[in-house]
């Protein structure tokens, strides 16, 4: 039975450092000391129109997560570290009777769904991916710049404090963009059973918060994750890309946990809060 594994609330701010495609990434263009940020956005539309997928044993072949209503207009798949396939839809398979339900590379030709052809090159076997039809979207796409910072400055817990009117439990700095954002995972102090993480972005002034709520049920219970005993952790997520316009924030989140995996598309605009665009939940085990 599937775990609900997404209910936290997480605080993740972005700073920023240029960050070199993957071997088998489509080029990007060339990124200064200090990248300028694309004036254009996304078209909303287009946008929504995609879908996060996993890519079969091969590296040649992607598997939708949800339904597409326009498969043939999917132009790209965007994987870890920003790594951008071409890709072309190829077919709409058939449930297997052998069908385990586990959304994995090795149950790939099992399970039903729309099938996506790569181009060019090999993505990584059984990696999650986003799907998109929109050029710009693509094009802008970078990948951050991990970090190993087990803890962020007082200062930095001090401002999230501020920004969010709730003292922080603890956090950490994990990540940079390529325009000088920074990424935190912060998990603020419960209130009675409330527990509360964000995933804050901090581009030099202005946060944009994506809460994640959860219930405080004892010591030896999961709040955002089965296992995490009520402690947060990043631990198995993945920043797909991140997409920085001048008047929208996207960023893909691919989160694993013991039993699956919740990929997330968030946008941010004027509103200065980010809402989930699209949302998919990848079922591994038993």
């Known amino acids: 039975m599937r775990s609900v594994e997404l209910g ?49 044993s091969s590296g040649t072949r992607l598997l939708a997560l949800s339904s597409l209503a ?7 798949a965007v994987c870890a570290g920003s790594r951008s396939f071409q890709v072309q839809f190829e077919r709409t398979q058939v449930r297997q009777d052998v069908d385990n ?39 802008t ?7 190993s910072s087990p803890t962020c400055s007082a200062t930095d817990s001090s401002r999230l404090a501020t920004a ?3 003292q922080v439990a603890h956090c950490s700095l994990f990540a940079q963009t390529p325009t000088g954002a920074q990424l935190f995972a912060v998990q603020f102090v419960r209130i009675g059973s409330d527990a509360l993480g964000s995933l804050v972005v901090d581009r030099g002034g202005s946060m944009l918060f994506q809460d994640f709520p959860g219930i405080y049920r004892g010591p030896d ?14 631990e198995g997520a993945d920043v797909l890309f991140v997409a920085e316009f001048s008047t929208r924030y996207v960023m893909a989140l691919a989160w694993a946990g013991s039993e699956g995996e919740s990929d997330h598309l968030l946008v941010a605009d004027s509103s200065g809060a980010f809402r989930t665009a699209l949302s998919a939940y990848r079922y591994w085990v038993p």
């Open 70 to 76: 326009q498969p043939a207009g999917i132009r790209a």
């Open 164 to 166: 969010k009117k709730r």
């Open 141 to 147: 796409a970078r990948a951050i710049t991990s970090l």
């Open 101 to 139: 339900g586990r959304q994995t590379a090795a149950n790939f030709a099992n399970q039903d769904g729309q099938v996506f052809r790569v181009l060019q090159g090999q993505a990584r076997p059984d990696e999650t991916c986003f799907l998109s039809p929109d050029s710009l979207l693509v094009a």
């Open 8 to 56: 936290f609330a997480l605080t993740m701010v972005l700073t920023a450092s240029a960050c070199e495609p993957g071997p088998n990434a489509s080029p990007k263009q060339p990124q200064g000391d200090a990248p300028r940020l694309e004036s254009r956005s996304p078209n909303p539309t287009t946008v929504l129109a995609g879908s996060f997928a996993y890519v079969d």
């Open 221 to 234: 219970e999961g709040v955002w994750r089965v296992e995490d005993q009520g402690r947060f952790s990043l």
